[in-house]
């Protein structure tokens, strides 16, 4: 054995003791260990965290979104889709078709920032998204107003 193929040697005992110093620690010292005992232990989320997207309701239980596009034109990852339609007292303008594809979503917050109405927000604290199929994961009007 020449040298070079001795110092890869010693180098392999090194990282083997780095691997044996960390067993023994997380052995002993459990409790201070990084992990959760997830779904069980729940990770305590900051207070500004953005989870799922929800849109808001007026008092009368009508969606607050005066579909103004705004949300839609400020979001990088172009996931959110409104279709606009007229209130039936000929006021101002309201979304009959509100998508949010979740899966091309960033979670910038740009849309929350962008509404001047305060209709869409991401504070429900939920960030377990999956699901089985992808169709599942296009919010609509009527999901993001329920949740």
Not at 5 to 32: A, C, K, P, T
Not at 60 to 80: H, L, M, S, V
Not at 121 to 134: P, S, V
């Amino acid at each position: 054995m020449n040298a070079p193929e001795r110092w890869y040697l010693i180098e392999v005992l090194r990282g083997m003791g780095v691997s044996l110093r960390h067993l023994v620690r997380n052995i002993f010292h459990q409790d201070e260990m990084p992990t959760l005992q997830y779904p069980e232990e729940k990770r305590i989320l900051p207070e500004r965290f953005r989870g799922r997207h929800r849109l808001m309701k007026r008092e009368d239980g009508t969606p607050r979104c005066t579909a103004c596009f705004c949300c839609q034109t400020a979001c990088p990852a172009d996931c959110i889709s409104i279709e606009a339609g007229e209130r039936e007292d000929g006021g101002e303008k309201v979304a009959v078709r509100f998508d949010i594809n979740i899966l091309r979503c960033v979670f910038c917050g740009f849309c929350v920032e962008a509404c001047p109405c305060d209709a869409i927000r991401m504070d429900t604290g939920k960030y377990e998204l999956a699901d089985d199929r992808r169709e599942k994961l296009i919010y609509d009007i009527d999901f993001l107003l329920n949740r």
